[in-house]
């Protein structure tokens, strides 16, 4: 048994050998230099136009105009809604306070003396609601946009001396 296993083991590595040797022949390759197409017009000008100085220049300005948005609506238009937002929860607070019941729980219609008052106190937390959600929205997409135009702006102003040196370069 020993020995049928050395003999297998043997001669599965000649077998390796040998076939290795066909692949270990070198024979001579013809090749042939390939000549790039050259750049489409339009998309060197495309090209170039981007890594141009004013693309970054334009994408931090951008960021610039985005920030100040933000600092804008984050700093005087919040203070006025939250005026707003008190003065809804002053009206809701006051009137379950007079009704004992929830503003939430209340079906305005079913009420006669304080009818008024529960409508109004509903429609004020919900323009209150939906003012800081479109605040919040546009704030926040100010917020990205600034973040977004500056990384660019930072990106094209690292990368546009080399890839301008590297396309120029090529269509030589």
Known sequence: MKTDLLSSVSTYLDMRKNMGAE???KNAVVTETVKTADPHPGGKALFLSFFDPGAYSGFFKAGTVCFTIWLIGASQTAVTLYDKEID??????KFEAVTHRFLDQTDCRLLSNYQADCFLAKHKIEASGSALEALKAVTDAAWGGGIFCFFAS???FFCAPFARNAYTESSR
């Open 23 to 25: 692949h270990m022949q």
């Open 88 to 93: 809804a929860y002053t009206d809701k607070y």
């Open 154 to 156: 930072a990106f094209l």
